[in-house]
């Protein structure tokens, strides 16, 4: 039981979540229409904000989807990259959230089309960070990538 404990983490299991939903708004592209109202529950699947392959509409907009790319790629960071990688994750969860605040809050009010490149970035950046988030909450020993520590409670 042990062993199957230390083979599989929370890091896979969010891996594996991602992976699937990128795999499944690709089938949804292929012509798998049931795929659409499972991810009608949680995309509004607009088809402007949408990849396209051809013709076909993929069943996640582009931000959703950058989001799922993103829980995948934190996923393999933080089981395979080095210690000194995942303690300069503030950078990258920085960058993210400003990318984002300057699309939510400068390009939309202005009625600038921010474009579904931009939009799949942020989303990247978004499952990142929400990634490392449960990863730390799941396991902050393991998962701790600013090396935090309880502090003594002044009186």
């Known amino acids: 039981m042990d062993q199957i404990k230390n083979m599989l983490t929370i890091r896979h299991f969010i891996g594996a979540y991602g992976s699937l939903q990128i795999m499944l708004s690709f089938l949804a592209a292929l012509g798998v229409s049931a795929i659409y109202s499972l991810h009608s529950h949680f995309c509004h699947q607009m088809d402007e904000r949408s990849f396209h392959l051809g013709h076909a509409k993929f069943s996640l907009c582009a931000r959703c989807m950058g989001v799922y790319v993103g829980l995948a790629v934190a ?78 409670a002044k009186n």
């Open 75 to 152: 996923a393999f960071i933080q089981s395979k990259l080095s210690p000194l990688l995942k303690r300069n994750l503030f950078l990258a969860m920085t960058l993210s959230f400003t990318v984002f605040a300057l699309e939510k809050f400068y390009l939309e009010p202005s009625h600038i089309e921010a474009g579904n490149v931009l939009r799949f970035f942020v989303g990247i950046g978004l499952g990142y960070c929400l990634a490392i988030v449960v990863f730390f909450l799941w396991d902050p020993k393991e998962a701790n990538p600013f090396n935090l520590t309880a502090g003594k």
